[in-house]
């Protein structure tokens, strides 16, 4: 009913502001197609609320999608293949059939090639009795008992049926590294390998290897804590039902995950050290702030987010803000890549990064109207300073990429079987974790460390780190 007055004015007075009329008629129309725009956004967001895990298909496909797999190369494509095995252990021989499998003829040999074939060996349970001598000591009166090197525990009697290292080692790869709860890791290692454990036999088999582990967990927060650029990153992980967080500090040799239950400096500077003074890659959260002798690099991937986000959700005007800044962001990681690359020299660099910062001081000086560009203006000047030191030190990351991988496995786990029941399983996640991680950062072979671990008698630090 209103547009239809609005039409009837516009064709009584048309003649007499021509002009204003036609200002009318275009804010109409704009007002006409972001209301269009706002109604699609909404139907989106209702729709992707009631999802469960995975987003829906996209309604049309790409009309040129890309082409599946690798690009052919030096390394991937065709030239790739599978290496063949240094050490055969069996050579069969495959003679040709009797007659022709197309046509029944008779067959004429012409040579003999090889095909090659990695197998597994028949799974199989090796029970060890170990005969364990007691004795008393003449002196002190106390009992002692013999211990081998292949035992992981000192239990007798009704406990004396214990889980060998090699299973208790995979165990702790398919609970700890690989988010499998505690009964799909049982039920694996009765349907691979035919070994009865119960689940509660193997949650206390693994809580032993954390208590062994914990003077190699407490290695990994000092060495961090000396570690020339750490990115870190946390996410909420729930502990006997209640959230609390889980952080993770990651270096490009170690790193160290830690449940807490704050998201705060306390937790933070309890593994990093409240002195940290390297350089820290992180997200906008404000307690990263705090590490003040630290040299700080935001990560320019949640703000180049965020101003996309920005520009789909505004218009007109109030979306040139968001992508101004957008833009020379995009012109930083463009000037880092060319200096990279070798087209620009160190002295191109500083050029380039001077007129990049000015630009910036001086976009962030203007006021801005809307209250969603008055906000990302304010977080924008607040972290002004960790905006571009990866132009300063163009080796350093610009993202915290590294935190956020690491805390993605995580985020899958947490999906799969929620977190951990007690602070006493918290804890034994984190340990695990660290050591897990750090030994594929380092490329070493986790089962035998782990096994070494498990036999011996006390708590050791673990070699894990080349230097």
């Known amino acids: 009913m209103l547009i239809q007055v609005i039409d009837l004015i516009w064709e009584v007075d048309e003649q007499a502001y021509p002009e204003e009329i036609a200002r ?12 269009a725009r706002l109604r699609k956004l909404l139907e989106e967001a209702l729709r992707s609320s009631k999802r469960q895990a995975a987003p829906f298909s996209r309604r049309h496909p790409k009309a040129h999608p890309q082409k599946p797999g690798r690009k052919a190369g030096k390394e991937y494509g065709r030239s790739c293949r599978r290496e063949r095995p240094q050490l055969i252990d069996q050579v069969i021989d495959v003679p040709l059939p009797r007659h022709c499998p197309h046509c029944a003829g008779d067959l004429e040999e012409t040579g003999v090639v090889s095909q090659y074939q990695s197998e597994i060996p028949e799974p199989r349970v090796e029970h060890a009795e170990f005969r364990i001598h007691l004795g008393r000591c003449r002196h002190c009166g106390r009992r002692v008992q013999g211990r081998d090197r292949r035992q992981t525990s000192r239990a007798v009697g009704s406990a004396s049926s214990q889980v060998g290292t090699r299973a208790l080692a995979l165990a702790i790869l398919l609970n700890k590294g690989l988010g499998l709860p505690y009964g799909k890791t049982v ?4 349907q691979g390998w035919g070994l009865q454990v119960s689940r509660s036999g193997i949650c206390q088999a693994i809580a032993r290897a954390g208590h062994k582990a914990e003077p190699t967990y407490e290695y990994l927060q000092e060495r961090i804590r000396g570690e020339p650029s750490v990115t870190a990153d946390e996410t909420g992980w729930k502990v006997a039902a209640q959230l609390q967080w889980m952080w993770v500090f990651s270096s490009e040799q170690i790193t160290v995950y830690s449940i807490q239950p704050g998201r705060g400096f306390e937790q933070a500077s309890s593994v990093l050290g409240e002195d940290f003074a390297g350089f820290l890659v992180r997200d906008g959260w404000s307690v990263y702030r705090q590490f003040q002798q630290a040299w700080h690099q935001t990560c320019v991937a949640h703000l180049l987010r965020r101003c996309r986000e920005m520009i789909q959700v505004q218009a007109g005007s109030a979306a040139q803000f968001p992508r101004q800044l957008q833009s020379i962001l995009q012109a930083a990681l463009s000037v880092r890549q060319r200096y990279q690359q070798g087209q620009i020299s160190s002295h191109g660099l500083a050029v380039a990064r001077g007129k990049i910062e000015a630009v910036m001081d001086r976009l962030l000086a203007k006021p801005r109207r809307s209250p969603a560009n008055q906000r990302l203006s304010k977080h924008m000047r607040r972290e002004r300073d960790a905006l571009f030191t990866f132009l ?6 610009a993202t915290n ?10 985020v899958v786990t947490r999906k799969v079987w929620g977190g951990n029941r007690t602070a006493a399983g918290a804890q034994v996640q984190s340990i695990l974790l660290s050591i897990l991680t750090t030994c594929r950062q380092q490329n070493q072979p986790f089962l035998p460390l782990l096994q070494q671990l498990l036999c011996s008698p006390q708590p050791k630090i673990l070699n894990l780190l080349s230097r």
Do not use: F, H, S, T
């Open 187 to 190: 039920a694996v290692l009765q």
């Open 392 to 397: 300063y030190c163009p080796g350093l990351e």
């Open 401 to 410: 990429w590294r935190a956020e991988q690491a805390l993605r496995p995580m």
């Open 24 to 35: 009318l008629r275009r804010e109409n129309e704009e007002l006409w197609a972001e209301i």
